[in-house]
Nanobody, 120 residues
Framework: QLQASGGGLVQAGGSLRLSCAAS????????MGWFRQAPGKEREFVAR????????DYAGSVQGRFIISRDKAKNTVFLQMNSLKPEDTAVYYC???????????????WGQGTLVTVSS
């Protein structure tokens, strides 16, 4: 029901835009989040956005570099990633929840993940 895309290989300092398209149901009333899991590490919170898109929140490690947004008409959430660093290398997942939470276990729906690789 959530399909993440847009990952790829990019050099440090470059940009990528991830998309998360919903199908089968509308997620317009859901809070949407992005998480990532680097090799050998646990999955961590990256960013989240309210259903109205009025409020966003970011992990400290991406604050000022990443921008989360959503297009409710297209049932799609985006993650614009700028000034990428090698430590941003991870599989990125989008997820949906009805709670304003950082806890991944309180997200009800997950996309399959898209791999972002940042070379130095």
């Amino acid at each position: 029901q959530l399909q993440a895309s847009g990952g790829g290989l990019v050099q440090a300092g470059g940009s990528l835009r991830l998309s998360c398209a919903a199908s089968g149901r509308t997620f317009s009333n859901y809070i949407m989040g992005w998480f990532r899991q680097a090799p050998g590490k646990e999955r961590e919170f990256v960013a989240r956005i309210t259903s109205s898109a009025y409020t966003t929140d970011y992990a400290g490690s991406v604050q000022g570099r990443f921008i989360i947004s959503r297009d409710k008409a297209k049932n799609t959430v985006f993650l614009q990633m700028n000034s990428l660093k090698p430590e941003d290398t991870a599989v990125y997942y989008c997820a949906a929840t009805m709670k304003w939470t950082l806890n991944q276990f309180q997200y009800d729906y997950w996309g399959q993940g898209t791999l972002v690789t940042v070379s130095s």
